[in-house]
């Protein structure tokens, strides 16, 4: 079996900057981030991905994601299942706040050749969000399925995660406030 390199136009778009592949055997080269990079640049949510599972009900969820530094990424937690992070390209900062909202931690992540942290397994029911520093964050992210929406809570205390311009105020507000900013 020869397996080849799966294309752009090979992608099928199954909501706005989200694609999935018909094959079985997903194999992506810098080609298809290309593709997500120039859709990130687009889309009004300012991010894309490619799922490199078959369906929203497969048992792992592997995602290649490509997010502006203008994406909105609004405080929200996991119910029941981890998130492993890995930066392949770009820089951001991973923001944990606790159950009220007050800021934990900022860790500033990078591709290994930048010397930063680069992967993260984000434990169930931390709040995290995400500040994208780079132009562009390229960055594999996966969890256990099937997706459920209702398996996630956005923060009560943060704006929405469809209010980008109130919360891309409020990440830099609480960036801002950081100790040390």
């Known amino acids: 079996m020869t397996a080849a390199v799966i294309r752009p136009g090979e992608l099928v778009e199954v909501a706005q900057g989200i694609f999935y592949s018909t094959r079985p055997l997903p194999i992506v080269d810098e080609g298809v981030i290309e593709f997500l990079k120039e859709t990130a640049r687009t889309v009004p949510r300012r991010r894309a991905r490619f799922c490199a599972h078959p369906s929203p009900d497969a048992a792992q969820h592997d995602m290649l994601i490509v997010s502006h530094r203008e994406t909105y990424v609004a405080p929200h937690r996991h119910l029941d299942k981890s998130e492993t992070f890995i930066v392949l390209e770009g820089v951001a900062d991973i923001i944990l706040f606790d159950e009220n909202g007050a800021l934990e931690k900022i860790v500033r992540m990078g591709p290994p050749s930048s010397g930063l942290p680069f992967f993260y ?34 923060a009560a205390w943060a704006p929405g995660p469809d209010d980008t311009t109130p919360g891309c105020a409020f990440i830099a507000s609480a960036l801002q406030a950081a100790p040390g900013a």
């Not at 709040?127 to 997706?147: K, N």
């Open 121 to 154: 397994r984000m434990p169930a029911r931390q709040f995290h969000s995400l500040s994208i520093v780079s132009e562009l964050l390229v960055f594999m992210e996966s969890t256990s399925g099937p997706f459920h929406p209702d398996h996630c809570d956005n």
